[in-house]
């Protein structure tokens, strides 16, 4: 990736609080107008839904801390795993997608975690950790440092190969 040498101005909001400007994200990633980005509850980004790499680099860039460089790491992975990924942003996290089926990934910011959603992750095996309501969905709630590119790799491998979730 080329670092555009600007990055997007982020704003905190909090419950019953005015929102407040955070350091901004001097990460690497495509080029994105600066914008003021407000951090939703837990730190979540506040990207416009939007369709291709630009919008989740939007969302990667935005994301606080650590979590910024953790997102790019993902991205990458699923970039070199699944040629041709198609990407958006909904609902405020970013969906990967294999074919015309569907979304076989998202992910989304909590204040101490990225939780990976796999959408049929009953099927892949080992089933990734977190249950869910969702009879086929499972999560991976991954912290700081705690990266297995290994597995999460193979999870994404299978995953891409799964029906798509239509959303």
């Known amino acids: 990736m080329v670092s555009s040498g600007k990055s997007a101005t982020v704003a905190l909001k909090s419950k019953g609080r005015p929102a407040r400007k955070a350091q901004p ?32 680099q939007a969302y990667i860039n935005a994301m606080p801390g650590w979590k910024s460089e953790t997102g790019r790491r993902l991205d990458a992975l699923i970039e070199h795993i699944v040629p041709g990924v198609k990407k958006a942003v909904k609902w405020n996290s970013p969906f990967y997608g294999a074919n015309d089926d569907g979304w076989f990934l998202s992910l989304h910011c909590f204040t101490k975690y990225i939780k990976i959603t796999f959408f049929r992750g009953t099927s892949l095996r080992p089933i990734p950790p977190g249950a869910s309501k969702h009879k086929e969905v499972r999560y991976l709630d991954m912290r700081e440092g705690e990266f297995d590119e290994q597995q999460i790799g193979d999870w994404i491998r299978q995953a891409s190969l799964l029906p798509g979730e239509k959303l």
């Open 25 to 56: 994200n001097t990460g690497t990633g495509a080029k994105v107008a600066p914008q003021q980005v407000v951090l939703l509850s837990g730190g979540n980004p506040q990207i416009p839904k939007g369709y291709g790499d630009a919008p989740v």
